[in-house]
């Protein structure tokens, strides 16, 4: 069974950057046969989804709020994924999260491992 753990995040000023890490402990045959993806949750709203990555699809997909600013990439050999975020807007305030999934979704019930959350501010 994967363990997801995060780091990164922390506050930053509108137009920075920040970069989340998320590393899988378990086998690495089962981490690169997953589909891996970030999602956040803002107070008072609905998990959102924001890129998944399937290695069996060979697929990458960005929600349209984040493409073009955020880079989800992955690292197969030591099990874990970032995502490096630039230009940050203050509505990207939110926790973000790292899941692991059996299937290719935006669905956050499509995913059953999480990583335990991390908090991104963006204020100035």
């Known amino acids: 069974q994967l363990q997801l753990v995060q780091s990164g995040g922390g506050s930053v000023q509108p137009g920075g950057s920040l970069r989340l890490s998320c590393r899988a402990s378990g086998r690495a045959t089962t981490f690169s046969s997953r589909t891996m993806a970030w999602f956040r949750q803002a107070p008072g709203k609905e998990r959102e989804f924001l890129a998944a990555?399937?290695?069996?699809?060979?697929?990458?997909i960005y929600a349209d709020s984040v493409k073009g600013r955020f880079t989800f990439s992955r690292d197969n050999v030591n099990a874990a994924v970032f995502l490096q975020m630039n230009n940050l807007k203050t509505d990207d305030t939110a926790v973000y999260y790292c899941?692991?999934?059996?299937?290719?979704?935006?669905?956050?019930?499509?995913?059953?491992?999480w990583g335990q959350g991390t908090q991104v501010t963006v204020s100035s």
């Open positions: 899941a692991a999934g059996g299937s290719f979704s935006g669905v956050p019930d499509a995913y059953d491992i």
């Open positions: 990555d399937s290695r069996s699809l060979d697929i990458l």
